[in-house]
Structures are given as C-alpha cells and as structure tokens.
C-alpha cells in the first residue's frame, strides 16, 4: 500500500502583498524573491526576479504558471546555499536569550 503524505510546495509561501505582485520570504520573513504577473507577447506569464544575500537582483526568467514560477524561484534560494549561511545568527540569538 502506498501512503500519501502532504507535501508541500513554495506557492504556499507566496504572498500577494500587492495586486499581480508575489513576494517569497525565508522563515525570518527575509524577501528572497517576487514574482510578477504580465502580459508578454499577448500571453500571460510571470516574471521571477530573485535576490540574494548579496543584495544584487538577478531575473531567472519567465514561467508559464505562478506554481512553476514559484518552485523555479525557491530552487534558486535553495541552490545559494543562504540556509546554511544564517547558522551563526541563529547561535547569536540564542546567546543573547540565555543572558
């Protein structure tokens, strides 16, 4: 028997802060990225930008669908590797919580 779990997918983390404007945000409500509804060429699609720690804002492209847009964007946060690199404030905060 196979068993079904829930799985999770990055539109959940999207949020419409403006009209046709997404926004996909770490779990310390860091923007990472947007995603923009247009019309290009007569069809609709939807543009990802992403933005790093670094603070340089770089275009992946275009997707068809905001579920693809999504998943191609968080792709793109995970493949940074910006995770791993909050390790030390983590333990900063931690620090100053057992003063």
């Known amino acids: 028997m196979v068993e079904q779990h ?5 539109i959940l ?4 802060r403006e009209p046709g404007v997404w926004v996909l945000a ?7 990225g947007r995603i ?4 290009r060429n007569g069809a609709v ?3 990802m930008q992403f933005r790093p720690k670094t ?14 847009a999504c998943e191609r964007l968080h792709g793109e946060f995970v493949k940074s590797g910006q995770p791993a690199a909050r390790i030390g404030w983590e333990k900063e905060v931690d ?5």
Do not use: N
């Not at 983390?13 to 419409?16: H, N, S, T």
């Not at 923009?36 to 019309?39: A, E, K, P, Q």
């Not at 603070?55 to 693809?68: C, F, K, N, Q, V």
């Open 26 to 32: 770490d779990t310390l409500g860091w923007e990472y």
């Open 45 to 47: 699609c939807y543009r």
């Open 95 to 99: 620090y100053k919580r057992k003063r």
């Open 55 to 68: 603070g340089d804002i770089s275009s992946p492209g275009y997707e068809r669908t905001l579920r693809a």
């Open 6 to 10: 829930p799985k999770w997918h990055p």
């Open 36 to 39: 923009t509804i247009l019309r």
């Open 13 to 16: 983390a999207a949020e419409e």
